[in-house]
């Protein structure tokens, strides 16, 4: 009788990384790869915070195929070659942004030269470089042998073999950001990838072909919701979807089983999220409120600007509705646009102050590869790119000639957008606090349960950020905004009496590291790296 022995086929595993860090500053020597120091408190000297953000399109691919996975999350390069070198069937490059594209390059030529068979994947809005022709593009498309341009998961289940209409599984790690050394966590899910909106500017409408891809349905992002609010670290969850609210019957789903759900009361259960003037424009800020809705980014984009999702209500009485009611907003401005001169500028400069986002997001108008503007100053000849580079490829960049503004004056018109903001309306974390107690005096009496338990959730932000406010009175950008606080000061005192032994040694503290990094900003205000991780799904080594 004969035995044969039985081969065991070996598995084939899949290493994703992000790009390999140090990373760079932007001229003006904030982090790239910080969202709240880089974009979101750009430009508030002492008071930016800092914050580290996942990658997380890496962590929910590696959930959600069937194969051993390795992901790495910004790791010197000289780790990535180490991880190379134990040996993998598929390299898989999150392709983030256009100006990583150098980096990218050097991980594709190492990978190849360490392992000739591997087969490299780039998936990210960075992508859409690599059909260019500004740089050595030729080289890095001959050693890619997939890209993925579009939804992630289904593509790599479609590679490998796995079902690809299985449900997606969404585990990321926390995301956090500090002021002044006092860490907040918060968590994230990804509801929905693409936009219909169809913006001329917008890279994700491009990325997506104008399509919406549906990741939760209301009942799963309900569950996930519930089951974040659970957590010690973090009592709220930034939704990706965005227009969040432009589909009205998911909408309506999901409200209706946030409503019929005794564990989400709008005091626990809470999460911010994309919309525009004009979906938002449907519901009343007490909708939202019972929504669990508690931060919106929204375009302002420019009050000269006739884009269909700026229709709808007043920006400005719709963004003091907002606040009145306790949410926090995120406005994103843009400098630049074909119908800017040197007078309306200003005017628009003006309009944005007044708006009062409590973060903000200034930036140049930027063409992308792909969009409709890029192509219209591509046939129009407007785009420069004498000496060009991806590298020079970022929100805060001029690569395009300008109708009725000098090219080199862009930069100076972001910035003095983002001191304006500062020195009238003072930095984000005062007006987190003005946002808290005003959401705080808002729903305390209200005949609705329900809705009161939204005041003690306000009640505990504004116990939380009092202890900044005197440091902001003492160096605050303006007299203004130093009369601000203290009058924020006298307001939490009258609502909710002198503050605790902690409150007080908090606030002591804080004006200390303010000072500091008054006096001493080389020492306080440097730049951070991102930490690097290894994460390991499905039993790879």
Same mark, same amino acid.
């Given at each position: 009788?004969?035995?044969?022995?039985?081969?065991?086929?070996?598995?084939?595993?899949?290493?994703?990384?992000?790009?390999?860090?140090?990373?760079?500053?932007?001229?003006?020597?904030?982090?790239?790869?910080?969202?709240?120091?880089?974009?979101?408190?750009?430009?508030?000297?002492?008071?930016?915070?800092?914050?580290?953000?996942?990658?997380?399109?890496?962590?929910?691919?590696?959930?959600?195929?069937?194969?051993?996975?390795?992901?790495?999350?910004?790791? =010197?390069?000289?780790?990535?070659?180490?991880?190379?070198?134990?040996?993998?069937?598929?390299?898989?490059?999150?392709?983030?942004?256009?100006?990583?594209?150098?980096?990218?390059?050097?991980?594709?030529?190492?990978?190849?030269?360490?392992?000739?068979?591997?087969?490299?994947?780039?998936?990210?809005?960075?992508?859409?470089?690599?059909? #260019?022709?500004?740089?050595?593009?030729?080289?890095?498309?001959?050693?890619?042998?997939?890209?993925?341009?579009?939804?992630?998961?289904?593509?790599?289940?479609?590679?490998?073999?796995?079902?690809?209409?299985?449900?997606?599984?969404?585990?990321?790690?926390?995301?956090?950001?500090?002021?002044?050394?006092?860490?907040?966590?918060?968590?994230?899910?990804?509801?929905?990838?693409?936009?219909?909106?169809?913006?001329?500017?917008?890279?994700?409408?491009?990325?997506?072909?104008?399509?919406?891809?549906?990741?939760?349905?209301?009942?799963?992002?309900?569950?996930?919701?519930?089951?974040?609010?659970?957590?010690?670290?973090?009592?709220?969850?930034?939704?990706?979807?965005?227009?969040?609210?432009?589909?009205?019957?998911?909408?309506?789903?999901?409200?209706?089983?946030?409503?019929?759900? =005794?564990?989400?009361?709008?005091?626990?259960?809470?999460?911010?999220?994309?919309?525009?003037?004009?979906?938002?424009?449907?519901?009343?800020?007490?909708?939202?409120?019972?929504?669990?809705?508690?931060?919106?980014?929204?375009?302002?984009?420019?009050?000269?600007?006739?884009?269909?999702?700026? #229709?709808?209500?007043?920006?400005?009485?719709?963004?003091?509705?907002?606040?009145?009611?306790?949410?926090?907003?995120?406005?994103?401005?843009?400098?630049?646009?074909?119908?800017?001169?040197?007078?309306?500028?200003?005017?628009?400069?003006?309009?944005?102050?007044?708006?009062?986002?409590?973060?903000?997001?200034?930036?140049?108008?930027?063409?992308?590869?792909?969009?409709?503007?890029?192509?219209?100053?591509?046939?129009?000849?407007?785009?420069?790119?004498?000496?060009?580079?991806?590298?020079?490829?970022?929100?805060?960049?001029?690569?395009?000639?300008?109708?009725?503004?000098?090219?080199?004056?862009? #930069?100076?018109?972001?910035?003095?957008?983002?001191?304006?903001?500062?020195?009238?309306?003072?930095?984000?974390?005062?007006?987190?606090?003005?946002?808290?107690?005003?959401?705080?005096?808002?729903?305390?009496?209200?005949?609705?349960?329900?809705?009161?338990?939204?005041?003690?959730?306000?009640?505990?932000?504004?116990?939380?950020?009092?202890?900044?406010?005197?440091?902001?009175?003492?160096?605050?950008?303006?007299?203004?905004?130093?009369?601000?606080?203290?009058?924020?000061?006298?307001?939490?005192?009258?609502?909710?009496?002198?503050?605790?032994?902690?409150?007080?040694?908090?606030?002591?503290?804080?004006?200390?590291?303010?000072?500091?990094?008054?006096?001493?900003?080389?020492?306080?205000?440097?730049?951070?790296?991102?930490?690097?991780?290894?994460?390991?799904?499905?039993?790879?080594?």
């Amino acid at each position: 009788m004969l035995f044969f022995p039985v081969m065991k086929m070996k598995k084939k595993k899949i290493l994703f990384t992000s790009v390999y860090k140090p990373f760079d500053t932007f001229e003006d020597g904030t982090p790239m790869m910080d969202l709240y120091a880089g974009r979101l408190t750009k430009g508030q000297g002492i008071f930016t915070f800092r914050s580290h953000y996942p990658a997380l399109p890496l962590f929910l691919i590696a959930e959600n195929i069937s194969i051993p996975a390795v992901v790495l999350e910004n790791p =010197p390069l000289r780790a990535l070659r180490k991880e190379l070198e134990k040996g993998y069937d598929y390299l898989a490059i999150h392709f983030a942004a256009s100006l990583f594209y150098d980096r990218v390059l050097t991980i594709c030529k190492m990978a190849k030269e360490i392992s000739p068979s591997i087969e490299i994947i780039l998936g990210g809005y960075g992508v859409v470089c690599v059909s #260019q022709d500004f740089e050595n593009e030729k080289e890095l498309r001959s050693l890619v042998d997939h890209i993925c341009h579009g939804e992630g998961v289904r593509f790599m289940r479609e590679l490998l073999g796995d079902p690809v209409d299985a449900p997606i599984q969404e585990r990321f790690p926390t995301t956090r950001f500090s002021f002044f050394g006092v860490r907040i966590y918060f968590d994230n899910l990804l509801a929905a990838v693409g936009c219909r909106a169809g913006c001329e500017f917008c890279a994700t409408s491009a990325f997506f072909q104008r399509k919406k891809i549906q990741l939760l349905s209301p009942s799963e992002l309900v569950e996930h919701l519930k089951e974040n609010a659970r957590k010690n670290k973090s009592a709220f969850t930034w939704v990706f979807d965005e227009d969040f609210f432009s589909e009205r019957n998911y909408v309506r789903e999901f409200a209706s089983l946030v409503a019929a759900d =005794p564990e989400c009361l709008p005091g626990k259960f809470s999460w911010g999220g994309f919309g525009s003037i004009s979906t938002l424009s449907r519901y009343s800020p007490e909708e939202l409120v019972r929504m669990g809705v508690r931060s919106l980014w929204i375009g302002i984009e420019s009050k000269f600007s006739d884009l269909p999702k700026r #229709q709808g209500k007043d920006v400005r009485e719709f963004f003091a509705s907002l606040h009145d009611a306790g949410i926090s907003t995120i406005g994103s401005f843009i400098v630049g646009w074909d119908f800017h001169t040197s007078e309306n500028i200003v005017e628009d400069i003006d309009h944005v102050v007044e708006v009062n986002p409590t973060f903000a997001q200034i930036s140049s108008l930027m063409p992308c590869p792909e969009t409709k503007l890029w192509d219209r100053m591509k046939k129009e000849g407007r785009l420069r790119t004498e000496g060009f580079t991806w590298k020079g490829f970022h929100l805060y960049a001029n690569i395009h000639r300008h109708l009725h503004l000098p090219d080199d004056s862009i #930069q100076r018109w972001v910035l003095e957008t983002q001191n304006r903001i500062f020195e009238v309306n003072g930095p984000s974390i005062l007006k987190s606090f003005e946002v808290d107690m005003l959401g705080y005096r808002k729903w305390k009496d209200h005949s609705d349960p329900k809705l009161q338990t939204r005041a003690s959730f306000h009640k505990k932000w504004c116990h939380r950020t009092y202890m900044a406010l005197a440091a902001v009175a003492r160096f605050g950008p303006s007299e203004i905004v130093r009369k601000k606080a203290r009058a924020a000061i006298l307001e939490y005192r009258k609502e909710f009496g002198p503050p605790s032994l902690v409150q007080h040694i908090g606030s002591l503290w804080l004006v200390t590291v303010a000072a500091l990094s008054f006096y001493f900003p080389s020492i306080f205000c440097r730049s951070f790296q991102p930490p690097f991780s290894r994460t390991v799904y499905r039993g790879a080594k």
